[in-house]
């Protein structure tokens, strides 16, 4: 299709907007900021048109539009519908108090990265990684703790501590992307609709304690809920597939035997890399101690403070195949850096910005060994 054929898609230009947090007012002022001196003034309800499909946007607006997203023009002519692009089917792991802009805003982020990680992958040219996620379905007889002893089953997890849970996923065929996501109150979403290979997209804003448990979460929602929901039913059965998976009911059992005390606790969280008080709670929760060892260890952490900032680092953990197919698009193929955003449909800077690591240059030159 010749450049003056392309039309934006109604569905993309609302995601594309959703993605980078911009009400219509926002990408309106974007586009009349972008326009040439003398240009008409482009209304909210020109945006607000656009994205509803009631009028065309091509040409000369198409190229503002795209200036005022900070997207190239083919992302925007693309149909969601059809491109393995969705909002639908996600998990997240959120506080209450997210907004729902917010959280629209990850949701279309994460919708955005699919389509950007399925480039990376075609364009790489890799070979086809089948994956080794099942569904888990939960009755009367199958509970969150069954699902994640037969996921470390299937999987070949030896007992005890899994030693990185994002190298798990990635182990098993799963891709997984951090990313910033602009809030503190949410840790990961992920999406997995059966067609395409599980994802999920982490905030790497969160403390590797933290950020193991709510990827694990992820995994559970994967595993367990084919259908996405906003019960607190199937939050507790995702924190339970976690402890589960993170926290074997036998090998806590036998770690917490002989009591606990905060010195205890420091050391567990060295072995298990999961947060002082995860561990004390999946420890009540197994009846390993008891109500009143449990209080009597929350008020001396809450004394010196460790409910918001508590001792003993856990080193993030970072996802590898995502990285590793950049690296091959960008050495082993020795494509430019605005050949390999092309690909991704992505501008040159933001490429390099999320999936580039060190100072390579933005040159058009290709990067050879």
Not at 143 to 163: F, I, S
Not at 259 to 273: N, Q, S, Y
């Amino acid at each position: 299709m010749a450049s003056g054929d392309l039309q934006a898609h109604p569905g993309m230009l609302a995601l594309a907007r959703e993605s980078r947090g911009m009400t219509q007012v926002d990408v309106a002022a974007a586009m009349t900021k972008a326009a040439p001196a003398g240009a008409a003034v482009v209304s909210q309800g020109y945006v607000s048109r656009a994205e509803s499909g009631r009028l065309v946007v091509a040409d000369d607006r198409l190229q503002l539009y795209a200036a005022a997203l900070g997207y190239p023009v083919d992302l925007l002519c693309l149909d969601p519908r059809v491109s393995g692009v969705g909002v639908g089917l996600i998990h997240h792991r959120k506080r209450a108090s997210l907004s729902s802009s917010a959280l629209r805003r990850i949701h279309a982020q994460l919708a955005l990265v699919r389509l950007q990680v399925t480039g990376l992958v075609q364009a790489a040219a890799a070979a086809d990684v089948p994956h080794r996620f099942s569904r888990v379905l939960l009755d009367d007889f199958t509970t969150a703790k069954d699902a994640a002893r037969q996921v470390r089953r299937a999987w070949g997890l030896p007992r005890g501590p899994v030693a990185d849970v994002i190298a798990a996923i990635e182990e098993a065929g799963g891709l997984v992307v951090m990313r910033s996501l602009g809030s503190e109150l949410l840790d990961a979403v992920s999406q997995w609709d059966d067609l395409q290979v599980p994802l999920v997209l982490v905030n790497d804003h969160a403390p590797g304690d933290r950020c193991r448990f709510s990827v694990a979460h992820e995994l559970g929602h994967l595993v367990m809920h084919p259908a996405p929901g906003t019960s607190s039913e199937q939050e507790k059965q995702a924190d339970a597939f976690a402890a589960e998976f993170l926290m074997p009911a036998a090998d806590i059992r036998q770690a917490f035997a002989d009591g606990v005390d905060l010195a205890r606790l420091a050391e567990l969280k060295r072995v298990w890399r999961v947060s002082m008080s995860a561990l004390l709670r999946r420890a009540l929760t197994l009846n390993a101690i008891t109500e009143w060892q449990y209080r009597t260890v929350m008020v001396e952490m809450s004394a010196l403070g460790y409910r918001t900032a508590e001792p003993v680092e856990v080193e993030p953990e970072r996802p590898m195949r995502v990285p590793a197919l950049v690296e091959a698009l960008l050495s082993d193929r020795g494509l430019a850096i605005d050949e390999a955003a092309a690909c991704v449909r992505l501008l040159p800077e933001d490429f390099k910005r999320l999936y580039v690591a060190g100072d390579r240059s933005l040159s058009p030159e290709p990067l050879r060994r």
